[in-house]
């Protein structure tokens, strides 16, 4: 039997189905063209969902669920995407639409970073742990947290949104109406936003090259490549943006105690480059840095499939 996870994005709709060992045997994706209406996504979903089962030859009777990993905000009580600002929702009845459309009256919906952490808790860095949580540093900061083995999602199903925690009081401007929230300096957007102040105050830095001369070109590895390369600019960018990640990932373990914290998303992708500091300054900044069990901090290992696998496994 097989199981079905979607990763619904503000650019596109990807489709897995999965097997009984996790592992995706068929893929199809749609633009998601958004924002627009919630009808036509779903249209191109439930085509995106036919076209990954035709690749293996399977039928509705092969499938045990349905999957939706989406950004925002989902209220599993009353079945619907109560809120997500990137795909233009407010209350659109997600269950009804995808049923409707697909005859599968067993379907599921979450955040896609609750689903990327049950993806890499089951599949990837996490299996076998049970306090587990995951931070995706992209355009914000997601994470999802589970605790003995189960998603935190709290009364209102919108639990762990660590990104919008607060580290700098009155500090930058969030677009959740908050001031100083951690992902304005430690998502992707942010290092962006602080490589390219740093160029603009030291036209002699390498970054420039790096970025051929063009701050648009500016993207998450390129004050890292600068770092590599022996900048000092690019090194002091690195080093600010390593403390602000330190300061949140600090929060967390002082809150949840986790035996691990897997940090995943683009600039995760720097894994040691990143991790390494940031483990150095962990050392002596939590609060049980005299205890003989310690938090681990790993890189995820799944990419973009996490998602796909942890929205396909909702059902379980």
Known sequence: MYRVGVDLGGTNIVVGIIDENYKIVAKASRKTNAPRAAEGIFDDMADAIKEAMSQIHITNDDI?????????????????????????????????LLRERTGFQKVYFDNDANCAALGEAVAGCGKGVKDFIMITLGTGVGSGIIVNGKLVTGVNYAAGEMGHTV????????????????????????????????MRKNFNSLMWDIAGGDLNKVNGRTAFDGMRK??????????????????????????????????????????????????????????????KKQTQLVAAELGNDAGIIGAALLDE
């Open 64 to 96: 045990i669920s349905i999957g939706v990993g989406t950004p925002g905000s989902v209220n599993k009580g009353d079945e619907l995407i109560e809120f997500a600002n990137n795909l233009g929702f407010d209350n659109v009845p997600s269950y009804k």
């Open 167 to 198: 580290i700098v009081y009155n500090g930058l401007q969030c677009n959740c109406g908050r001031k100083g929230c951690w992902e304005k300096y430690s998502s992707a957007t942010a290092l962006i936003e602080q490589t390219k102040d740093a």
């Open 230 to 291: 022996g900048d000092a600019t690019a090194q002091a960018v690195v080093n600010n943006y390593v403390a602000m990640l330190s300061c949140g990932i600090g929060n967390i373990i002082n809150t949840f105690q986790p035996s691990m914290v897997c940090v995943g998303g683009g600039v995760g992708n720097e894994k040691e480059n990143l991790l390494g500091p940031v483990r150095k300054l962990l050392s002596s900044e939590v609060y049980t840095i005299h205890a």
